[in-house]
């Protein structure tokens, strides 16, 4: 089910964080949380610059520059996998491909349940265990096509059940 984002919904956020630009980062995490398609849609960004008082280029400049914003919708799990060299020597590319056999998506897409987008994003700190996996803050590595399997039903059934069984694949 959606969540129906409203004007007077992304002002109460606004307010809630003081109309400031000092919040910036804080307002548009939580539209884009509330939005229900993981994203921040342009009327919006529109509302949240006019609130805040700057310029519209200035706030797309904070929507395209951090990987955590996207303005294009994208799944309720954005599965990011970690290209940093490290992870790329440790063969990053087949995690990418594992995910993607098991979601039949690529790179930037996502699934047709809206539930999953598959991402590329810079180092997560866990060359330890690379290569890896982020979705949301938890960072999953030593992956096998085992691992990412259980890792995808794990998701699939927090959204179908509500309970959290995804933090026990670590």
Request: negative net charge.
């Amino acid at each position: 089910m959606k969540k129906q984002l409203t004007r007077d919904k992304v002002l109460k956020i606004i307010q809630a964080n003081g109309c400031s630009k000092e919040r910036l980062l804080s307002i548009l995490l939580e539209i884009q949380q509330a939005s229900g398609h993981n994203s921040v849609d342009e009327e919006w960004a529109q509302l949240v610059a006019e609130q805040v008082q700057m310029p519209i280029t200035q706030l797309y400049n904070v929507l395209t520059f951090y990987a955590m914003f996207s303005t294009k919708q994208r799944g309720k799990f954005v599965i990011e996998i970690c290209k940093s060299t490290p992870c790329h020597v440790t063969k990053s590319d087949e995690i990418v491909k594992m995910f993607g056999d098991e979601l039949g998506i690529g790179i930037s897409e996502t699934t047709p349940d809206n539930l999953f987008t598959l991402m590329h994003t810079g180092c997560v700190g866990a060359c330890d265990i690379g290569p890896v996996a982020k979705i949301g803050e938890q960072v999953y590595g030593n992956l096998t096509r085992k691992k990412v399997a259980d890792i995808v039903a794990s998701y699939r059934e927090v959204e179908q059940h509500g309970y959290d069984t995804a933090a026990n694949l670590l």
